[in-house]
């Protein structure tokens, strides 16, 4: 009986720690998504401004 609880504590850590990995790819591909430019910032082009600044 002891070895079913075990296993099944064991059982449960593993998905735990699966669930957390998937989070962690969740927020990096959210991260990602966010520090991309999108619509017309992907057409901008820095260097005229920063000739302008300097």
Request: without cysteine; glycine residues 2%.
């Amino acid at each position: 009986m002891m070895a079913i609880n075990k296993a099944m504590v064991i059982n449960k850590a593993d998905k735990t720690m699966e669930e957390i990995l998937q989070q962690y790819e969740n927020i990096r591909e959210i991260k990602e998504a966010l520090s991309s430019p999108t619509g017309v910032a992907t057409d901008y082009d820095d260097i005229p401004l920063l000739q302008i600044l300097t």
